[in-house]
Each structure stands twice: as C-alpha cells, then as structure tokens.
Nanobody, 121 residues
Framework: QVQLVESGGGLVQPGGSLRLSCVASGSIATINGMGWYRQAPGKQRDLVATITRDGRPNYADSVKGRFTISRDNAKRTVNLQMNSLKPDDTAVYFC???????????????WGQGTQVTVSS
C-alpha cells in the first residue's frame, strides 16, 4: 500500500520561511514526477511546483523566485522550501507523485493528506 506523508506546515509571519517535506512509502517500483499543490478555503486545488525524475522543476508564476522544489530519488522524498511567504500563500499543501507499484502495469497518481500552511501576523 502506497502512502505519501507530508510534514513541515505551520504558522509563520509574512516574510518568513517554511520547509515542507513529503516521503513516499510502500511497494513502489518507480516514481516519475513529484510535486506540490495547494488549496485555499473555497478555492480549487492549484499547482505550486513540480519536479521531474531527473530534477527539472516547474513553478507557478505566483511562487517563482520564492519557492524551491527538490527531490531525493533514493529517499523517495520531495521538498518545498518556501521563502518570503505572503498571506496569499495560506492554504493546505498537498504532495503528489506519479508512481508505479510493483505488480501493476501503469502509473497512477497519489496524494498525501495535506499539511496546513498559515501566513499571518
């Protein structure tokens, strides 16, 4: 059974920093793209950043220059360093991975349970 577990959320003042981490566990043969999405109250879930297996990142315009995504394939982790945080960054942040389980023939999308990030003074 595959699980994605996030950590690192919390309350931070505007201009502050947080680092989110996500680890994938279970019967995993291969992980392709990984990423972070966020959902604010009453809004849809939006892309924050993604990273390919070979480390190529992609960012939403709203976070470019402030957030940095990274991954460690050996540890099956993806991280999101968030700097210069703004109140508009307040949301539940979800980890995502496209992965292939042992015994399966196709890749599937998996999501973590989410971690709350609140930016407020």
């Amino acid at each position: 059974q595959v699980q994605l577990v996030e950590s690192g959320g919390g309350l931070v003042q505007p201009g502050g920093s947080l680092r989110l981490s996500c680890v994938a566990s279970g019967s995993i043969a291969t992980i392709n793209g990984m990423g972070w999405y966020r959902q604010a109250p009453g809004k849809q879930r939006d892309l924050v950043a993604t990273i390919t297996r070979d480390g190529r990142p992609n960012y939403a315009d709203s976070v470019k220059g402030r957030f940095t995504i990274s991954r460690d394939n050996a540890k099956r982790t993806v991280n999101l360093q968030m700097n210069s945080l703004k109140p508009d960054d307040t949301a539940v942040y979800f980890c995502n991975a496209g992965l292939l389980e042992y015994g399966r023939r196709s890749f599937s999308d998996y999501w973590g349970q989410g971690t709350q990030v609140t930016v407020s003074s």
